[in-house]
């Protein structure tokens, strides 16, 4: 059967594509559970500290308010069992209510949280009443008591058994039917008398907590509300403050039974809750009992604390943990299912070239011919392209090679064109016979002059190649070795001339006479790097400007380099991070930021030491610390 190109590509790519679809399920399936387990990791790991700090704070204030309301009944049992109470209130005489008000003063002043004091008789008329005004007691004219027999707290009280503590609900007080301004939220203890040979009635203490519900208020953060309803729902303390107290306005829908009655039925349930999770926010919340340790009715008197997260948040939370969570699993499917195709083609295509091998045994021959010398033409582009950059880098040192041997070589030329002149005058003079002994005398003095002259310059060439040759060798050293400073850096001073020659920059250096055992060529690098970054960076074009590199031996026997200019400094937003790779202030200029970089590897890895930086808009400056003999370093090699 002839190989038809046409059918076999439609039957590939049919084939790759069931390949794909078959791999690419798994990796949907493995995606969308990995995704769903981490984004509900992630949001546990974001809720489980705003559950917890929520605990935190439920359990810190349910134990203060425990503690005051543990207070309050002791407070009123102690009052009770007084024997300035037994002996205003003994039955065997008129009740001594004036000598009751002193008594009820001296009580008020034991505790701050105290705003009434009262006995009532029999009927719930107040027979005595102290009212707590900033901290002092004022006692209450005759012809201002009231009668509160039809109060809840003396209908309840009523039916009391002797030496029980009722405990109101939390409310507002009250005064003539009216609630008194400023708010009060008021609790009020009852226990009746007429046990223990008193005269019948009722002790009556109010307690204010406007105080606590203060501190409750400052618990609000953005990851937290704090809140409080009564036994039957109401909001005693809300985020909006006329939300609260609505069995009092007559608002019944201000409860938590009509706003949230999911949450409702759970604290119906259960009387304590941690991080529920409704409405669109976390809820925990526990219930607070007067201490049953004492006789008391409890029925009523029971509330709610209530702590959650601002309305919003969860959601928001949630958008926020979605966005990067499908952002990564559409990247991981995209990657993956680019990694799927091309095993699918790759798979497809070799059963496609099972089929076609007896067709293109030849053609694959040929193509791994071809294959191999693209291969081997690229490994001899690359190093083309490598021997480039080592000749770009030998280029530039030619060329200040070239630069600075320009004044000695041409010194030299123009002495010896001298020379030549001299001796083609000398030619002259002996060809027509004019020549004399003092002229001769003359030539010779000149040409020693001129020798010399020529001499001189070829020295200083000389000198300047030798420099440059120290340069590139110990740029190559991989051992160190000993120098001395000062060599090092005129070697590196005269490679630098004639970039110092083309810009406005002068350049100092004071350096102490010293000898290393390190490695030169590294060091040359270094302070070249730093030069040179000080020249491209830290002037304006055109600018003049002033580089000193500078040195001190320490206490400690290490050698302290300073490489400083006065330039406009380095912007404060890269100081920090200026020994990373690719920071740089000069990426539009082609800067690749590695030069710092390198700086810092070499001086912290192979030449043992630290570096550190200092800039400021009137300069920066460079500080190197480095040991004088690797020998005695302990990761010397």
Not at 245 to 263: I, K, S
């Amino acid at each position: 059967m002839e190989y038809d190109p046409d059918i076999a590509r439609a039957a590939y790519q049919r084939r790759a594509l069931s390949i794909w679809l078959l791999l690419m399920l798994p990796l949907l399936l493995t995606v969308m559970i990995s995704a769903w387990v981490a984004y509900n990791e992630l949001y546990r790991l974001k809720v489980d500290p705003i559950i917890t700090r929520h605990g935190e704070l439920l359990d810190q204030i349910s134990h203060q308010l425990s503690q005051k309301l543990g207070y309050f009944g002791q407070l009123t049992l102690l009052l009770k069992r007084s024997y300035a109470l037994s002996n205003s209130l003994h039955q065997d005489a008129p009740p001594q209510l004036h000598q009751l008000a002193q008594h009820f003063e001296r009580v008020s002043r034991s505790s701050g949280l105290m705003s009434q004091l009262r006995w009532l008789d029999n009927s719930g008329r107040e027979q005595v009443r102290t009212n707590v005004i900033q901290g002092k007691p004022q006692q209450v004219a005759s012809a201002e008591l009231q009668d509160k027999s039809q109060r809840y707290y003396v209908r309840a009280a009523r039916l009391l058994a002797a030496d029980h503590i009722y405990y109101s609900p939390l409310d507002l007080n009250t005064e003539h039917g009216r609630i008194a301004t400023p708010l009060d939220p008021t609790l009020r203890t009852v226990i009746r008398t007429g046990s223990d040979n008193l005269h019948p009635g009722m002790l009556v203490l109010n307690f204010s907590l406007q105080t606590f519900f203060q501190q409750l208020r400052q618990q609000s953060s953005t990851q937290t509300q704090p809140g409080m309803v009564n036994a039957n729902g109401y909001w005693l303390l809300h985020q909006d403050p006329a939300q609260e107290w609505g069995f009092l306005r007559q608002q019944p829908d201000l409860t938590v039974q009509q706003q949230y009655p999911q949450l409702w039925q759970r604290m119906q349930d259960s009387p304590s809750g941690r991080g529920i999770n409704l409405y669109g926010q976390l809820w925990s919340y526990t219930q607070i009992q007067p201490d049953t340790t004492a006789a008391a009715d409890t029925d009523t008197s029971r509330w709610y604390l209530l702590l959650s997260t601002p309305p919003g948040m969860i959601t928001t939370l949630r958008q926020s943990l979605l966005l990067p969570v499908t952002l990564g699993s559409v990247l991981v499917l995209l990657l993956g299912g680019l990694v799927i195709y091309r095993v699918a083609r790759i798979e497809a295509q070799r059963v496609e070239l099972l089929h076609q091998l007896s067709y293109e045994r030849s053609e694959l021959q040929s193509a791994n011919v071809q294959l191999k010398q693209s291969l081997h033409h690229q490994q001899v582009l690359q190093d083309e392209l490598v021997e480039t950059r080592k000749l770009s880098a030998l280029g530039m040192t030619v060329a200040g090679v070239a630069h600075e041997l320009n004044t000695p070589t041409g010194g030299a030329l123009m002495t010896l064109s001298t020379l030549e002149n001299d001796r083609h005058q000398l030619q002259t003079a002996v060809d027509d016979g004019y020549l004399t002994r003092a002229g001769l005398a003359d030539y010779l003095a000149r040409t020693l002059s001129g020798i010399a002259l020529i001499r001189h310059h070829l020295d200083k060439a000389t000198a300047l190649i030798r420099s440059f040759k120290r340069l590139a060798l110990e740029r190559n050293l991989e051992a160190p070795v000993s120098f001395t400073l000062q060599a090092c850096v005129d070697d590196l001073l005269h490679s630098l001339q004639v970039s110092l020659k083309q810009s406005s920059v002068t350049l100092e250096q004071v350096l102490p006479d010293c000898t290393l055992y390190s490695h030169p060529g590294i060091l040359s690098q270094v302070l070249q790097n730093l030069i040179d970054n000080a020249l491209q960076h830290a002037f304006d074009e055109g600018s003049r400007g002033h580089i000193r590199l500078s040195g001190q031996l320490t206490a400690s026997g290490q050698l302290e380099l300073q490489v400083s200019d006065n330039g406009h400094g380095i912007p404060a937003e890269i100081l920090p991070t200026l020994f990373d790779p690719f920071i740089t202030s000069g990426r539009g200029q082609g800067h690749t930021g590695l030069g710092l970089h390198l700086v810092h590897q070499w001086v912290t890895q192979t030449l043992h030491g630290n570096i550190q930086v200092e800039s400021s808009a009137q300069g920066s400056c460079f500080t190197l610390t480095l040991p004088l003999d690797l020998r005695d370093h302990p990761a010397a090699p």
